[in-house]
């Protein structure tokens, strides 16, 4: 990658302003640091010449002598700055020409120009000063140079040379390292998508190793592509099975009214021949309405209608509505409830997957059978039971049941879309419980509403 494309990307300007800012923390950190110490330098030093002034200015004329040459012969770095002047200004000890112009002999303490003789010569020098007039009216003037500050500003700005430079030049190569890094990243999930929009489903986003985003959402999206393979692969099949099992009612209905137009002699025999046209009209919209229903409930547009379900009410219910219709079947149909569950749910999509249980139970059970709902608690989940005493299901054909428009061999024949189970299985989806059903002798299906679900909706809510 080339440099002004490297530098356009986020995560370089986002390690350079990231960069930035720590290099302005530090200039102000270090420029505060610079502002304080020099301030306490500065003070530091006033207070010193202060003191010195006050004790020299006790002391007898013979002894300020003496005690100025001391204290000019301490000072190896010249820093010190004394005078000890007549009333006519002129010098009788010190390294001072003379009283500094303009410094008032007040006792405080003031930046001032000065002026002594070297080496080299007259040096002029900015010092903090003091100056006072002696009782016997001689003047004492005492200084320091601060060139400290000076010092401390050197040393500040080759720690910030040393330190800070190197720090930004890391940044900005981490900055371009990680911006590398994940370029080549999103070029490699490029070209898997690239792939999945020409049209290779099967294709999947590469598995990173570790725990980090990129990885995450390699696995959400994954299994968003798994979700859509399987839905297209359902929308691809479904148009076949529409046309198998519609074909057969609507050919029935043209060839019916195809003969009642040509065989029909009275008006009887025609309405007869038009009632069987539209119960075979009216077979085809049931499969469609049944068809639509299983879209709405897959779009989870009901689950905004949530609320508390008593299961046991409902389940009475329903054995109250298929216990006529069993007695007709001569079919024994027994309801056993032994737990008073209350649920998160939508109570008449919960009545309809029920309804549909039950119903297959006594379509399927042959006379003489027996179905029976119950409702218990095990493992902490409350579950519905649908029991029957007929030919049951297979193992091999425990999944296919759930499928569009799934037929038996067995059960050809008899009335019905091969919608039920899979509208079934939509509402358990759409409720988050669990749909089992248990192969062998006699049909067992239990829908199971875990505890965790049934809380988590209702934290949601609230």
């Not at 999206?221 to 076949?240: F, T, Y």
Request: net charge negative; hydrophobic share 45%.
């Amino acid at each position: 990658m080339r440099l002004p494309e490297l530098a356009r990307t986020t995560t370089f300007r986002s390690a350079a302003g990231a960069a930035g800012a720590f290099a302005v923390f530090v200039l102000v950190l270090f420029g505060f640091t610079y502002w304080k110490t020099d301030r306490y330098l500065v003070t530091r030093s006033d207070h010193v010449i202060a003191s010195q002034l006050r004790v020299m200015a006790a002391l007898s004329p013979e002894q300020e002598t003496d005690i100025i040459q001391y204290h000019l012969s301490e000072d190896p770095r010249g820093v010190q700055f004394a005078g000890l002047f007549r009333p006519d200004r002129t010098r009788i000890a010190g390294n001072l020409d003379g009283p500094p112009p303009g410094l008032e002999l007040d006792g405080a303490v003031h930046s001032i120009g000065v002026t002594r003789s070297g080496q080299s010569g007259v040096e002029a020098w900015t010092v903090r000063a003091i100056g006072t007039t002696l009782p016997d009216g001689d003047v004492l003037v005492l200084g320091r140079d601060v060139d400290e500050a000076i010092e401390l500003s050197r040393v500040v700005g080759q720690a910030l040379a040393l330190g800070l430079i190197p720090a930004l030049v890391l940044c900005l190569a981490t900055g371009a390292l990680l911006s590398m890094r994940v370029e080549r990243r999103i070029a490699d999930v490029n070209q898997h998508v690239q792939r999945i929009v020409a049209g290779d489903l099967r294709e999947r986003l590469p598995k990173l190793a570790g725990d980090d985003p990129f990885a995450k959402l390699a696995s959400i999206v994954n299994g968003m592509l798994d979700e859509i393979e399987a839905l297209i692969h359902a929308i691809a099949g479904i148009g076949n099975d529409i046309a198998h099992d519609l074909r057969t009612p609507l050919a029935r209905v043209r060839l019916m009214l195809e003969r009642g137009r040509t065989n029909a002699q009275t008006l009887e025999q025609f309405r007869l021949v038009a009632d069987k046209a539209v119960a075979g009209i009216d077979q085809s919209l049931a499969m469609t309405t049944a068809l639509l229903r299983l879209v709405e409930i897959e779009n989870s547009r009901r689950s905004a209608g949530f609320g508390k379900v008593a299961l046991a009410d409902l389940l009475h219910e329903v054995g109250e509505l298929y216990e006529p219709i069993a007695e007709g079947k001569n079919i024994v149909l027994r309801v056993d409830l032994t737990h008073a569950a209350v649920v998160d749910g939508d109570r008449d999509l919960l009545m309809e997957a029920v309804v549909n249980l039950v119903d297959n139970a006594v379509k399927f059970t042959p006379a003489g059978g027996c179905v029976e709902i119950s409702l218990f608690r095990d493992n902490a989940e409350s579950i519905i039971r649908v029991k029957d005493t007929g030919a049951g299901i297979s193992e091999l054909e425990r999944d296919a049941v759930l499928k569009r428009f799934y037929r038996s061999e067995k059960l050809r024949t008899a009335p019905g879309f091969g919608l039920g189970l899979n509208l079934v299985a939509a509402i358990v989806k759409l409720h988050g419980f669990r749909l089992t059903i248990h192969p062998g002798s006699g049909c067992v299906v239990e829908i199971a509403s875990p505890d965790s679900v049934a809380d988590s909706k209702a934290g949601e809510r609230g």
